[in-house]
């Protein structure tokens, strides 16, 4: 269980950081947990095929928030498009 908890708030920080760096206007708590969470996922696949290992967690946000940034960039050119 508290795994899971520490899951959702480093989606929670991911998603909201990526928000800010993005210039959004925000995703509210739980578009920023979904969003954090779908980053981590992303974020983790692309650190594991560079072969860079980020372990603890501030590791774990930094990496949630790369994924979360990719992941909302991806998501406005698909709205362009």
């Given amino acids: 269980m508290n795994g899971l908890i520490v899951f959702v708030f480093i989606g929670l920080i991911a998603g909201w950081l990526a928000g800010v760096f993005m210039k959004g206007s925000g995703f509210g708590i739980l578009g920023d947990i979904v969003i954090g969470i779908v980053g981590a996922v992303i974020g983790g696949y692309l650190i594991g095929i560079i072969g860079i290992s980020a372990g603890g967690f501030v590791g774990s946000i930094v990496v949630a928030t790369i994924g ?8 406005r050119l698909l709205k362009k498009a």
């Fill in 68 to 75: 979360a940034i990719i992941l909302i960039f991806l998501v």
